[in-house]
T-cell receptor
Framework: AQSVTQLGSHVSVSEGALVLLRCNYSSSVPPYLFWYVQYPNQGLQLLLKYTSAATLVKGINGFEAEFKKSETSFHLTKPSAHMSDAAEYFCAVIFGTYKYIFGTGTRLKVLA | GAGVSQSPSNKVTEKGKDVELRCDPISGHTALYWYRQSLGQGLEFLIYFQGNSAPDKSGLPSDRFSAERTGGSVSTLTIQRTQQEDSAVYLC????????????FGPGTRLTVT
């Protein structure tokens, strides 16, 4: 079955440290991949997306993600965490044409 | 420009009552989606509209849930005879197309069934 896995429901990093949020998918066909961020009491905001162009995708707020077909992964990174990055992050995959399958989310905490 | 809007932002209702949740998509977006976000269940797909038709209702959890879209714009999600397990945040999203078109999300309606 098609699925999306986010390893680590909670991740803590120090301010200025590398952020790495993991996302793996299962599919025989490379899907379209997205990362969204959700701040408290808000909807989801798109950070970046992969749609079969460049495998390294740059998004907003200094985030980027690399699509690795061999590892079926689309991990999200940011070189230096800011306090404002504290939020919940969701990896989403479209299998087929429209249906998003979301990961369970990773709550990022940034420590001063 | 205006994003996706949803109303009400919060709704508290008694068990057994009916509720209607409204979504105003971004103008020009033909696709509209409803999701439910609840503790322990993550984000669940409920229904997808293309124009006014709903080719995929597979995520609706029971026949108490229904949705419609009129004029290719506003959508209403109706929950009849609400149950406590319906308590969740209901998110609406719209997109210009499908496949690689990203979905734009509204702020959600937080439904609490007492």
């Amino acid at each position: 079955a098609q699925s999306v896995t986010q390893l680590g429901s909670h991740v803590s990093v120090s301010e200025g440290a590398l952020v790495l949020l993991r996302c793996n998918y299962s599919s025989s066909v490379p899907p379209y991949l997205f990362w969204y961020v959700q701040y408290p009491n808000q909807g989801l905001q798109l950070l970046l997306k992969y749609t079969s162009a460049a495998t390294l995708v740059k998004g907003i707020n200094g985030f980027e993600a690399e699509f690795k077909k061999s590892e079926t992964s689309f991990h999200l990174t940011k070189p230096s965490a800011h306090m404002s990055d504290a939020a919940e992050y969701f990896c989403a995959v479209i299998f087929g044409t429209y249906k998003y399958i979301f990961g369970t989310g990773t709550r990022l905490k940034v420590l001063a | 420009g205006a994003g996706v809007s949803q109303s009400p932002s919060n709704k508290v209702t008694e068990k057994g009552k009916d509720v209607e949740l409204r979504c105003d998509p971004i103008s020009g977006h033909t696709a509209l989606y409803w999701y439910r976000q609840s503790l322990g269940q993550g984000l669940e797909f409920l229904i997808y509209f293309q124009g006014n038709s709903a080719p995929d209702k597979s995520g609706l959890p029971s026949d108490r849930f229904s949705a419609e879209r009129t004029g290719g714009s506003v959508s209403t999600l109706t929950i009849q005879r609400t149950q406590q397990e319906d308590s969740a945040v209901y998110l609406c999203a719209s997109s210009f197309g499908t496949s690689d078109y990203e979905q734009y999300f509204g702020p959600g309606t937080r439904l609490t069934v007492t």
